[in-house]
């Protein structure tokens, strides 16, 4: 029985033996090392030939920028889940930029600048501590009328950040006359820009050696731009009505004595707390600060919220709190941290001028 069953498998392999020869001589067909005609599941992009941000032309005869640029059109190609949720936010927020970008006399293709600042999310913020749709620095911000506080952050407001964003890329623009060196200033600051035009006496972005982030920077927004504007080339189709909305509300100014909790204010409105701090990203703490304010509601509840805020004003009694002032204290300082105004601080305490010390005990009214 052994024999028998070695003598089978003896003849089994030479079987298939002369089977492989026979496929190698071309017997019932050639082994072919070639890929098959498939389509491939991570399709490959060209390069645009050519490339422009905000009507400059980029140089794209240069090998370097050719490459740079090919860096980011490539990434932002194959971002699949990511092209599509900037499609969608694009059908919620693009109309508004575009109209207030033609009302400034500012080019269209400013709008791709939010696009690689924040992915369109009005509550980002970076490593570094820049915040909102557009990224503002708190110094920065604070030049162009953006209001923070302990309470209000307005770099989380999509409009009021923008303002500010239109105001500092046209000042920028007039300082180099350049958009993309402009643009590239909006990344890392003017003053780096002219410190590097002077060094290396060049004014070209294309040819300036940058922060490696600012180097990328406009090379991505034109990458953004030539996917968004040309989707279905790259493979991305998105169904009509699949975006995201436009946000219907109603903003209704409120004259608040004091504080008033947003869980109660979201009541007031009949909204839960999170649909309350969606519509207003500028509320950044757990109450809406004393003072003069524009409060958006779900359309429709506008006379309600009216109403119940004249309710809560009527019952409304201030606390007291006393501040003793430590090194380093200033009444901007203070205020800042109790939602209140340097002229409220000296108003409560009788000061004249900017003058306060160590030690002294101030009164403050929440």
């Known amino acids: ?32 090392s070639r890929p ?9 992009f060209e390069l645009p030939e050519r490339a422009e941000l905000c009507g400059e032309a980029a140089p794209l005869w240069s090998a370097d920028v050719r490459e740079r640029f090919d860096r980011e059109f ?8 990511q092209v599509y949720l900037w499609l969608k936010r694009t059908e919620r927020y693009f109309p508004w930029i575009e109209k207030q970008l033609a009302a400034w006399g500012l ?21 570094a501590g820049a915040a909102g749709p557009w990224q503002f620095m708190a110094d920065t911000a604070s030049c162009y009328g953006i209001t923070q506080s302990a309470a209000i952050d307005e770099r989380y407001d999509f409009e009021k950040s923008a303002v500010g964003a239109f105001g500092y890329l046209k000042n920028l623009h007039g300082m180099f006359r ?36 600012t180097e990328r920077y406009v090379f991505r927004i ?35 004595p004091g504080p008033m909790p947003i869980a109660l204010a979201s009541e007031s409105a009949g909204v839960s707390y999170r649909e309350l701090k969606v519509l207003n990203p500028c509320l950044v703490s757990d109450v809406i600060p004393r003072g003069d304010l524009m409060i958006r509601v779900p359309e429709g509840r506008g ?3 009216e109403k119940e805020v004249e ?13 003793k002032v430590s090194p380093g204290d200033t009444l901007d300082s203070i205020a800042l941290k109790y939602n209140s105004t340097r002229q409220q601080i000296c108003n409560w305490n009788n000061i004249s001028g900017k003058k306060i010390r160590i030690g002294q005990m101030l009164k403050i009214y929440r």
């Not at 490539?74 to 889940?81: C, E, G, K």
């Not at 009527?314 to 501040?323: A, D, G, M």
Request: charged residues 20%; proline residues 6%.
């Open 303 to 305: 006379k309600r919220f």
């Open 74 to 81: 490539t990434i932002v190609t194959q971002s699949h889940a």
């Open 178 to 213: 350049n958009w993309t060196l402009a643009i590239a200033a909006f990344n890392c600051g003017e003053r780096r820009i002219e410190a590097e035009i002077g060094k290396q006496r060049a004014k070209s972005y294309y040819f300036l050696k940058l922060p490696q982030e």
């Open 107 to 127: 080019p269209d293709d400013l709008k791709y600048v939010a696009v690689a600042e924040s992915d369109l999310l009005p509550w980002a913020v970076s490593h």
């Open 222 to 256: 034109l990458a953004i731009k030539e996917v968004l504007e040309h989707p279905e080339k790259y493979g991305y189709h998105l169904p009509k009505g699949a975006g995201y909305k436009p946000v219907i509300f109603e903003s209704v100014k409120v004259s608040l």
């Open 36 to 44: 098959p005609d498939v389509t491939w599941a991570v399709p490959f």
């Open 1 to 32: 029985m052994l024999l028998e069953r070695k003598c089978r498998f003896g003849v089994l392999v030479l079987v298939l033996m002369l089977m492989l020869g026979f496929y190698g001589a071309g017997g019932w067909g050639e082994v072919d």
């Open 311 to 323: 309710v809560w004003k009527s019952t409304f009694k201030p606390s007291l709190v006393v501040h």
